[in-house]
């Protein structure tokens, strides 16, 4: 893996932090083709390494290549002013991923819409928060990103519904919950990509450890169990963008929703409403002279 360098402009909100893992990366930095409100908190992810070359041309004009950009917002909005809000999903394509899915992840307290670019307007407004965080990523293809949803949570009760219709419960100590994002391109067709997305809780357990001269210490274990069941995995052409919000069933407190795209203030919940918009930058490079 090469190198990685983040920057941050501005911080507000809550944190976000990446970490790449395997990824076919782009070496120049690449300046976002469209302009976000100077209030939002910015994360650049510059990568590098080469870039698959294109096939020769028969002529001596230049050589298309290309790089994604994928923005990824993160929203702090009133309780239900997203989740809930019919006007705001009218134009947004719930059935994306097929009837058992949006089902599925309905039930644990997540409502995901897809839309054309065009319509973006419904969401502008909430880009512009003060309390809005985006992250972007360029390359060619990205594995494994962690996204920080809640952190440093001593005590958790967990409750999901599997692909087989069983309620699962678990119990957590000393956890942060997650999501891993990844994007490729989808084979032959640069104007596609795919996304993945899945929540998941990494626990820190404490352990004695006893040494070769039979010192003691602790050891800090780190674990990270992904909730496969509600992984997520959508074709999106580079001219739509997609909406992962809470829904409806996230007022259940254990429920996936409640845990992972709500958060407590002083001032009451605030849902967190994660935005996904994609664009392919192609770059042209000459071809030597003859």
Known sequence: MNGLAISTLKCTG??????????DLLAPRVDSSREVASSIT???????APIPAAPAPADPKATPRFVYQLQVFQLAVPQRSISDNSDFWKSLDEQAMGFEVHSLLGKN???LGVAPKSDMQRVEPFLSDADATVQ???????????????TNIDQQTLFWINRAGEQIGRDFEKVDNIVFLSFRQM?????????????AVRSRIQKFQVGPRGGERIVEVVNEQTLFDLGIDVELNVNQYMV?????????????????????????????????????IRIAEDSPSP
């Open 14 to 23: 809550f944190a976000f932090v990446a970490v790449l893992a395997g990824c």
């Open 42 to 48: 910015t994360l650049n992810i510059e990568m590098s």
């Open 109 to 111: 307290g997540i409502r």
């Open 136 to 150: 972007r990523m360029v390359g060619t293809a990205a594995q494994n990103v962690r996204m920080e949803m809640r």
């Open 187 to 199: 084979p032959r067709n640069p104007d596609k990509v795919r996304i993945s997305f899945a929540p």
């Open 244 to 280: 992962i919000a809470p829904s409806t069933i996230s007022d259940v407190s254990m429920s996936v929703g409640r845990q992972f795209l709500m958060k407590e203030t002083p001032s009451g919940l605030r849902e967190r409403v994660i935005v996904i918009v994609p664009s392919v």
